[in-house]
Each structure stands twice: as structure tokens, then as C-alpha cells.
């Protein structure tokens, strides 16, 4: 089971709406979360179960999908945002499949 | 509150061994799966092992045979003995808690693993 996560960065300003998705090569359900990581920092959860927010996870995250194609979207982008973000399957684990994450980049 | 901290990461040779530790706190840990993940220097997130409560453990394929997983509740701490270690094994690795049924809010910061003679 292979998640491909498009584009590989997205070069975006604050304020702009973001649209990352992430792709299974088989159907999941509903069995993805998101993750962000900035550099020197831990992953952290913001979506699980494809949308349902994490604890703390402000509203301008939200996560989309079922099946195959999931979609995470940031509502409009604050600073702090611009990080770089994975998607994880739990539908067939071991093992637990990370896509190759989207780099979100200040333009 | 929830915290993790890996120890023991460092400088190994190739074909050598380390172990790297994740001390956990602020919640029951016997009653929670766990997890190793490792970042190479510029990649991705790789998982690489899991042991749950019942000490049911499997590998990536990756690390299959070379990794050992463990778990003492009584210390609330999970191991990762690293055995013959090449230098594809340098990166950061993560212990993270399992929960959601298999995605992981929980982590700690990381323990830098370099193989290099």
C-alpha cells in the first residue's frame, strides 16, 4: 500500500488557501490522518480518521477523502503553517505507511 | 501531561550496535501500544517497529533482523537495540504512543543515530 502525497511543495503567501492531497494506492476508507512537521521538530497530528481534528487543532485545518483520495486544506495560511505535511494509513498495518510529504512554502 | 524522551542515540560504525531509549510519563504506559519512526537527514518518515500492550512486536522490512522492540512497563520505557547498523540507519528516531487505533498524537523530540567510521 503506497500513499503518494501532490504536489511536493506548494509555494503559497499568507492569507492563501492550501489544497494538499494525498493519494492510497488501494481503498483505505476512511483510515488517514495528516501530520505537520517543521525543522528540528517532531511530527504532529492535526487530522485523524481523514477529518476529524486533533486535540488543539485550529479550524482553519480541515481533511477530506474517503477511499483512495484524501485532501488536506488550510483555510487561509498563517505564518506558522509553513511547514512540511505527511499523511499516515492505519487501514492495513503493519506497516504503518507515511506518504512522501508536501513541502508548503512561503512564495 | 504526555511526554516521551528518547536517549541513547549517537555515534556508531557500520556493523555496530546502539540502543536508544523513550522514557514516557504522564500517562499509564502499560496500557498503550508504542512505536519507533525514523527521518533521514532531508527525507521522510519511516516506520520501523511496534509492540503492543501484549508485547505482540513486528519490523519493517527494513530492519527486520537487525532491530530488536522492547517494552518494561515497571520502567515505562520502550527500547530499540540496533544491531548491525549501516550507514543508511543514520537519521532521527522517534518512540510516538498509538492511539486512534494506529495514528500517533503523541511524541518525542527525537535521538540523532549517525553510522559512519
Known amino acids: ?107 | 501531561e504526555v511526554q516521551l524522551v528518547e536517549s541513547g542515540g549517537g555515534l556508531a560504525q557500520p556493523g555496530g550496535s546502539l540502543r536508544v531509549s523513550c522514557a514516557a510519563s504522564g500517562f499509564t504506559f502499560s496500557s498503550h501500544s508504542m512505536i519507533w519512526v525514523r527521518q533521514a537527514p532531508g527525507k521522510g518518515l519511516e516506520w520501523l517497529s511496534y509492540i503492543t500492550t501484549g508485547s505482540h512486536i513486528d519490523y519493517a522490512d527494513s530492519v527486520k533482523g537487525r532491530f530488536t522492540i522492547s517494552r518494561d512497563n515497571a520502567k515505562n520505557s520502550l527500547y530499540l537495540q540496533m544491531n548491525s547498523l549501516r550507514a543508511e540507519d543514520t537519521a532521527v528516531y522517534y518512540c510516538a504512543r498509538i492511539d486512534y487505533g494506529g495514528f500517533f498524537e503523541y511524541w518525542g523530540h527525537g535521538t540523532l543515530v549517525t553510522v559512519s567510521s
Open chain 1, 1 to 107: 500500500l503506497v500513499l503518494t502525497q501532490s504536489p511536493a511543495t506548494l509555494s503559497l503567501s499568507p492569507g492563501e488557501r492550501a489544497t494538499l492531497s494525498c493519494r492510497a494506492s488501494q481503498s483505505i476508507s476512511s483510515n488517514l490522518a495528516w501530520y505537520q512537521q517543521k525543522p528540528g521538530q517532531a511530527p504532529r497530528l492535526l487530522i485523524y480518521d481523514a477529518s476529524n481534528r486533533a486535540t488543539g487543532i485550529p479550524a482553519r485545518f480541515s481533511g477530506s477523502g474517503s477511499g483512495t483520495d484524501f485532501t488536506l486544506t488550510i483555510s487561509s495560511l498563517e505564518p506558522e503553517d509553513f511547514a512540511v505535511y505527511y499523511c499516515q494509513q492505519r487501514y492495513n498495518w503493519p506497516p504503518f505507511t507515511f506518504g512522501g510529504g508536501t513541502e508548503v512554502e512561503i512564495k
